[in-house]
């Protein structure tokens, strides 16, 4: 192992067993006897085994953020299982220098019955922390988890955000050379989060190793310089974190069929910037979405509408063709619809999912619909975070005595329109 | 084996942790508390008295001293031994969360039963001495050999807590058949009686690895004798051999327990 290779991990296999088990003797017997016979043979393994991971390597170097993408059931947390040696792979080794921590589900070591303070000292030892330790440690975890006024109460008497809080404060004063961060900074509330987040950056920045999986490609890629991309349990790439998420997404970009029962439908949706289709764009900028649609037979009265949402798919904005004085489309059987929408690209840094929907002109009745047909990434500027740029511009900033006239607040403030509203 | 042991003392702390969980968790929210640690080795004991008089009055023999001490001596070791296993083979599923979801060796959760129920034996051992001192049984060097049967008895009940908390992760049988043959053990294990009653049936008991420890005890406590040499000896090889043999099948099996559980 290179001398400041943290973590190597070198063609590893995860093999699991689908479906049940015997868990009873009283399965296993008869099945026992069945196979002993000969009569039935057992399920070949091919059939009933199931790879979680195939061929997997990627090393990690002390002091840098690596970040792991990949879709629900790509094999992300059974990467961090065996990291974390709670499981091993079938084959394949994994060689860690040093002590690895987790914040995997910071509250499994807790006892409901225990009170806060007992639970600190109890998951300290879970965790590996030595008594001193969390001695030393005990008032920062508690300062930071914020529950001054009910660590000698029994946990099972906090709401659920104040067990997590406590789960996650414990887990964050653990000293290690490898931390393993899996979708925790969504714990409590607003302010709480910013403490993780916080928390998460100043252990960056006091140089631990860090492999962190997460669905929010907005915090990994602030956290994570270099990723690896997943996809049913095989390493699809490994880079630079913004240009692995761009090809995350255009794996998912598909074009549909038209399917046996549909009429009509959306057959693809495309953001470029003009020139060429992308999935990243800078903020400010043009971005264009296409949407293409084709009837089987005659549809009349029809009008396209694309909603923007964020990741968590909270719709951020929408249009349709009715809205922008076009008419009414008809298409005829067989034929193609093709819309552009040009759209001043006036989001901040992050990820947003384009939804297309074709309704009736007039009813307004949704014909078809495809939600996150499309994903774009939006480079941030480096004036404004958030969701939305509202190119911001320094048009004062004047230091001096303090004078009594005040800025005069408009009584009224003028409201945004709604927006999330269909046409 | 040596490398589970080397893993265990560097968890000192976490063994310590969890054991004192099992014990915090056992007497909270119970108005009682602590006092069950004391309360339930009398019950046993108190048992194992009426038995003995009932087998006094029924065979017409008069009814000794020396027994009902002999009783008191055998049945608070006794209840730990079962205790500790019936709490020990579950240690692993009652676990499920942490076996699952965190790493740290496994080995903790039934040590930690069985060293939690060996707190209430300390309860209870109290009380058995005051009992002692309350009939008069007196006190000789023989107590010395106490150490090493006691040393004994926590071995073989961990090495069982140990291989059976595996077990019946694996297989949910194995809970059941573990109550079933603890219920029915008391019969098989001279502890409301002496093996000696049965003449020279006696060694078909002994063969129990717990009773010429259980036997022992009394032997040195309540008789002052020095307890069978060779029966001694096997109970204690038979402990030690078991407890490598289980830890060293919980060390092999301990990977595929995330994934079995």
Redesign the interface.
């Known amino acids: 192992m290179a001398e400041d290779c943290v973590l190597d991990v070198q063609g590893v296999f995860k093999r699991f067993k689908r479906g049940e088990r015997h868990h009873s003797l009283r399965d296993l017997v008869p099945s026992l006897a069945r196979r002993l016979v000969g009569r039935e043979r057992a399920p070949s393994p091919d059939q009933r085994d199931f790879w979680a991971l195939q061929d997997v390597s990627f090393r990690v170097q002390r002091g840098e953020a690596f970040g792991i993408i990949g879709a629900n059931g790509a094999g992300k947390s059974t990467i961090l299982k065996l990291l974390t040696r709670i499981m091993r792979p079938t084959r394949g080794t994994i060689r860690v220098a040093g002590r690895v921590s987790a914040l995997i589900e910071v509250s499994a070591g807790f006892h409901r019955d225990l009170t806060g303070r007992e639970n600190i000292y109890l998951n300290g030892a879970i965790l590996g922390m030595t008594m001193p330790e969390i001695r030393q440690r005990f008032d920062a975890i508690v300062a930071f988890s914020g529950l001054e006024d009910f660590i000698d109460t029994p946990v099972k008497r906090y709401s659920s955000g104040m067990f997590a809080r406590l789960g996650f404060s414990v887990a964050a004063h653990v000293d290690a050379d490898v931390l393993l961060v899996d979708e925790v900074l969504s714990v409590g509330d607003y302010l709480f989060q910013r403490k993780c987040i916080e928390r998460m950056n100043a252990i960056v920045a006091s140089g631990v190793t860090i492999v962190f999986v997460s669905h929010n490609l907005r915090e990994l890629t602030s956290l994570c310089r270099r990723s690896l991309l997943l996809e049913r349990g095989t390493v699809q790439m490994i880079g630079p974190t913004a240009e692995v998420i761009r090809t995350y997404f255009s794996h998912g970009q598909q074009s549909r069929e038209l399917e046996a029962g549909k009429e009509l439908l959306i057959t693809r949706v495309t953001v470029h910037d003009g020139k060429g289709s992308g999935v990243q764009f800078p903020s400010g900028g043009k971005l264009y979405v296409t949407v293409d649609a084709r009837a089987r037979t005659r549809h009349e009265d029809l009008s396209v509408v694309i909603q923007i949402v964020d990741e968590h798919q909270y719709p951020l904005f929408d249009t349709c063709t009715q809205r922008l004085s076009s008419g009414p489309i008809t298409l005829d059987a067989d034929q193609e619809l093709t819309c552009t929408f040009e759209l001043d690209l006036s989001l901040a840094e992050g990820t947003f999912h384009v939804n297309a929907f074709l309704h009736r002109y007039l009813t307004n009745r949704p014909q078809d619909r495809w939600l996150s047909a499309a994903t774009f990434f939006v480079k941030g500027a480096p004036t404004v975070r958030g969701i939305v740029n509202l190119h911001p511009r320094l048009t004062q900033c004047h230091v001096g005595p303090s004078d009594n006239s005040a800025v005069p607040v408009p009584s009224v403030w003028e409201t945004a329109p709604p927006v999330g509203r269909r046409p | 084996m040596i490398e589970a042991i080397r893993e265990l003392l560097d968890h000192q702390?976490?063994l310590?942790?969890?054991t004192?969980?099992e014990i915090?968790?056992k007497y909270?929210?119970s108005a009682m508390g602590m006092l069950w640690a004391v309360l339930m080795p009398l019950v046993i004991v108190g048992a194992g008295v009426i038995v003995r008089y009932a087998f006094a009055m029924v065979s017409g023999k008069p009814l000794m001293m020396l027994d009902l001490t002999s009783v008191a001596v055998k049945a608070a070791p006794w209840a730990f031994f079962v205790a500790a296993i019936r709490f020990g083979a579950n240690s692993l599923i009652v676990n499920e969360?942490?076996v699952?979801?965190?790493?740290?060796p496994r080995l903790v959760f039934p040590l930690a039963a069985v060293g939690s129920q060996l707190i209430d034996f300390l309860v209870a051992a109290v009380v058995v001495s005051v009992f002692l001192v309350v009939a008069g049984a007196g006190l000789s060097a023989h107590v010395l050999w106490l150490p090493l049967l006691l040393g004994s008895l926590i071995l073989l009940a961990s090495a069982l807590a140990i291989l059976l908390a595996a077990a019946s992760l694996?297989?949910?049988?194995v809970k059941f058949i573990v109550e079933v043959f603890l219920t029915f053990a008391i019969f098989f294990t001279p502890v409301f009686y002496d093996s000696a009653t049965f003449g020279p049936w006696a060694p078909l008991l002994l063969v129990n690895p717990v009773s010429p420890l259980l036997e022992g005890m009394s032997s040195a406590v309540v008789l002052h004798r020095s307890p069978p040499l060779a029966w001694i000896s096997y109970s204690v090889v038979f402990s030690v051999v078991l407890v490598g043999v289980a830890m060293t099948t919980f060390r092999r099996l301990e990977?595929l327990f995330?994934?079995?559980v």
Do not use: S
């Not at chain 2, 699952?100 to 740290?104: E, P």
């Open positions: 702390l976490l310590y942790m969890i004192l969980r915090r968790v909270k929210q969360d942490l699952t979801k965190i790493y740290l694996f297989y949910r049988d990977p995330a994934e079995n």
